[in-house]
């Protein structure tokens, strides 16, 4: 090994807290520097340029998120706690309220059918219920291309040698990860899709006292930061390290 290298251990810190440091925003007299309003509308949080809505794919699925029409958002909304009650309170099982709801079906059909022949004097056409297949197609391309789009995502961080999106996505699959531990996966969707049905409506509504936040928190950590390097960073001795053969 060179007599004259530095540590390993030490480069590989340093070179992770110089990236952090420049990925941060700017800070200005303890306070975060947000410049003008013009200059806000074009430099929103995470570099965004786009509505609420046109980041959210904009549609009917942006509408429904962002209660456009609050008929239809509550009912999803409902329909989404009631399936979770079901399933996570009552205790029942998907196999039970699909059995329930055949059984259901076929009594409703068999009074339907005998009843009314009895009443009318001819056997009346009972209507058939069927799914079309498109349902089906539709569901699952929609699921693979979100799938998909989510592999590629998590290559596309991987490779683009950004280490704050890197350790970013590292963070969020760790933060799912523990989530997941904590309660079963019903109840993980079920959460997602309630913040899915709440925070964007609710940025969108607070959208520049929530980014004047979470900048205030970057510039606070930018500080910590600061401190960190000049008291603790910047006094690590640096000299030639001598390594010494092994005989």
Same mark, same amino acid.
């Given at each position: ?44 949080? @995470? ?6 809505? =046109?980041? &959210?794919?904009?549609?009917?699925? /942006?509408? *429904?998120? #962002? $209660? ?84 590629? @995502? ?6 683009? =040698?950004? &280490?704050?999106?890197?350790?970013? /996505?590292? *963070?969020? #699959? $760790? ?73």
């Amino acid at each position: 090994m060179s007599e004259h290298s530095e540590s390993a251990t030490e480069k590989i810190m340093s070179n992770i807290m110089d990236t952090i440091a420049e990925n941060l925003p700017k800070q200005k007299s303890g306070k975060f520097d947000l410049g003008s309003a013009s200059d806000k509308m074009r430099d929103k949080l @995470f570099g965004r340029q786009k509505t609420i809505h =046109r980041a &959210l794919g904009g549609g009917k699925p /942006a509408d *429904v998120l #962002l $209660w456009r029409n609050k008929k239809i958002s509550s009912s999803v909304l409902a329909l989404a706690t009631a399936i979770w009650v079901f399933f996570e309170w009552l205790d029942y099982h998907f196999l039970t309220i699909v059995s329930f709801a055949l059984v259901l079906g076929m009594v409703v059909q068999f009074v339907w059918s005998n009843f009314s022949s009895a009443l009318s004097g001819s056997p009346s056409k009972v209507p058939r219920v069927e799914l079309p297949e498109e349902l089906f197609v539709n569901t699952a391309v929609a699921i693979g291309t979100q799938v998909n789009k989510f592999l590629s @995502f998590l290559q596309d961080v991987s490779c683009e =040698r950004n &280490l704050k999106h890197f350790v970013l /996505a590292i *963070v969020g #699959l $760790w933060a799912a990860a523990a989530i997941g531990g904590w309660c079963n996966f019903l109840t993980v969707i079920y959460i997602g899709f309630v913040c899915a049905h709440t925070l964007p409506v609710l940025y969108e509504k607070y959208e520049d006292q929530v980014d004047d936040f979470l900048y205030n928190i970057l510039g606070l950590l930018r500080d910590q930061y600061q401190k960190l390097d000049q008291g603790v960073l910047s006094k690590i001795p640096k000299g030639n390290m001598k390594f010494k053969k092994s005989e």
